[in-house]
């Protein structure tokens, strides 16, 4: 049974744009905390940009803030991540996550623990 399902990534030039998206099932609906963590091949996984679903708080890592974008459609139970300005240094597979924060600042993609559903991932690849 999936409950996050990543979309939307592929093979993108240096400079290039990509936006990804995770759709929601019923099942994570109790989740208000969503983030997007990336994993590049022989490196740790790493929080990239959390929302909070309540008011629209956004919380960026230091490496892609100005670059990307995270937003929700309410209406299509779906997050999405915008990146612009891809670097070589983005290539990752990139993860939806959801959990619930009890508070909007407490909505970071600073520690995995705080999320409890995943969506299985999707490749990003930028080339130079």
């Known amino acids: 049974q999936e409950q996050l399902v990543e979309s939307g990534g592929g093979s993108v030039q240096v400079g290039g744009s990509l936006r990804l998206s995770c759709v929601r099932s019923?099942?994570?609906?109790?989740?208000?905390?969503m983030a997007w963590f990336r994993q590049a091949p022989g490196k740790e996984r790493e929080g990239v940009g959390s929302i909070y679903l309540g008011d629209g708080r956004t919380n960026y890592a230091d490496s892609v803030k100005g670059r990307f974008t995270i937003s929700q459609d309410n209406a299509k139970n779906t997050v999405y991540l915008q990146m612009n300005s891809l670097k070589p240094e983005d290539t990752a597979m990139y993860y939806c996550?959801?959990?619930?924060?009890?508070?909007?600042?407490?909505?970071?993609?600073?520690?995995?623990?705080?999320?409890?559903?995943w969506g299985q991932g999707t490749q990003v690849t930028v080339s130079s």
């Open positions: 996550a959801a959990g619930r924060s009890l508070l909007s600042h407490w909505c970071t993609p600073a520690s995995e623990k705080d999320f409890h559903y």
């Open positions: 019923a099942f994570t609906y109790s989740s208000n905390c």
